[in-house]
Structure formats: C-alpha cells, structure tokens
C-alpha cells in the first residue's frame, strides 16, 4: 500500500527535477513578472524624467501598458514647477507602431488626451517652457562624427485632444 504512493512521490520528484519542466516554468514566471512590472518601471520612469527636467512634484494615477498591442494609457497625472500646477491630465492614450522601434523610430500611430490644462511660456530671451519645463531646442545642423549613433526618429499620425486647456504666456504680449 505504501508502494504506489512512494512511487507516485519518486515520479513527480523527478517531474520537477527534469529540465524539460523548470526551464520553461521559470521562463514563463519571468515573463510574467516582467509584464506586470512594466507599468510600475513606466510610471517610475516618467517620474524621474520630469523630476530630473526640473518639475517638484509629480502624480500619476495609473499607467496600462500593452507591449502586444503597442497601447499605453496614463491616467490622473499632475505636474507641480515652483509651487503651480503646470500639468494636470485627466488621461491620455498612446497607440504605437511596434516594427519601427527597431529602426529607431518611434511612431506614434494615434494620441488621445482629454481633460487636460498645461501652461506653456516663452521668455524674452526665446527660451520655451513647457509645463514650466525649459524645452532644449537641438543645434541647426546635427553633428555627424564617424560612429556615432544617430539619433531617434519621431513621427505622429494622428492626435485627438478633447476639453482641454493650454495657459501661454509670452514676454511679447
């Protein structure tokens, strides 16, 4: 009577101590792991981005990530500068194209943003702030030194902006 229960013990031991078992579990974990940290390391991402570009404070609510389909969505995210609120978005969704990544090319085949309210400000001496972040403008003629990598592509198709606010000041007015 012990016999059959021994040996069902022996197999399923061996069943798991099998390569052909734990290889593909433990890659299907990570797979896994990776998908629902992806949003997290998005969120943290843009937080460190705009917080490293000079904002003080910024809120996200929610991000949904899709690597399969090419969708992420934000929602609720508030951007403070210098004690105002430069950015509030009530949601915003990004469709993309997933091939031209490997070309260096983002392409960003539709934008959905609603309920938003940014301030954008241009200074007396030209400089631009964009949700009261100094925006770079590249040099006129992109310096091409043999082996060095050339720069990322960006291209919108098509945006959608509904009930929103853009506040722009400029020294000139």
Same mark, same amino acid.
């Given at each position: 009577?012990?016999?059959?229960?021994?040996?069902?013990?022996?197999?399923?031991?061996?069943?798991?101590?099998?390569?052909?078992?734990?290889?593909?579990?433990?890659?299907?974990?990570?797979?896994?792991?990776?998908?629902?940290?992806?949003?997290?390391?998005?969120?943290?991402?843009?937080?460190?981005?705009?917080?490293?570009?000079?904002?003080?404070?910024?809120?996200?609510?929610?991000?949904?990530?899709?690597?399969?389909?090419? /969708?992420? +969505? &934000?929602?609720? #995210?508030?951007?403070?500068?210098?004690?105002?609120?430069? $950015?509030?978005?009530?949601? *915003? =969704?990004? /469709?993309? +194209? &997933?091939?031209? #990544?490997?070309?260096?090319?983002?392409?960003?085949?539709? $934008?959905?943003?609603?309920? *938003? =309210?940014?301030?954008?400000?241009?200074?007396?001496?030209?400089?631009?702030?964009?949700?009261?972040?100094?925006?770079?403008?590249?040099? *006129?003629?992109?310096?091409?030194?043999?082996?060095?990598?050339?720069?990322?592509?960006?291209?919108?198709?098509?945006?959608?902006?509904?009930?929103?606010?853009?506040?722009?000041?400029?020294?000139?007015?």
């Amino acid at each position: 009577m012990n016999e059959p229960s021994e040996s069902r013990s022996k197999k399923l031991r061996r069943l798991l101590v099998h390569p052909g078992t734990w290889i593909p579990g433990t890659i299907g974990l990570l797979i896994i792991i990776v998908l629902i940290a992806l949003p997290y390391g998005i969120r943290y991402g843009i937080q460190r981005g705009l917080t490293g570009a000079g904002a003080q404070q910024v809120l996200i609510e929610d991000v949904d990530f899709n690597p399969f389909i090419g /969708r992420l +969505a &934000l929602r609720g #995210l508030q951007v403070q500068v210098d004690g105002k609120r430069t $950015l509030l978005l009530s949601q *915003a =969704s990004v /469709r993309y +194209a &997933l091939w031209p #990544l490997f070309q260096r090319r983002v392409v960003i085949e539709d $934008l959905h943003v609603r309920d *938003a =309210s940014f301030t954008v400000e241009q200074s007396a001496d030209g400089l631009w702030r964009i949700i009261g972040l100094a925006v770079q403008t590249p040099p *006129a003629t992109p310096d091409k030194a043999p082996g060095k990598e050339t720069a990322w592509g960006f291209e919108l198709r098509h945006a959608t902006v509904l009930n929103s606010e853009v506040q722009y000041s400029s020294a000139e007015l």
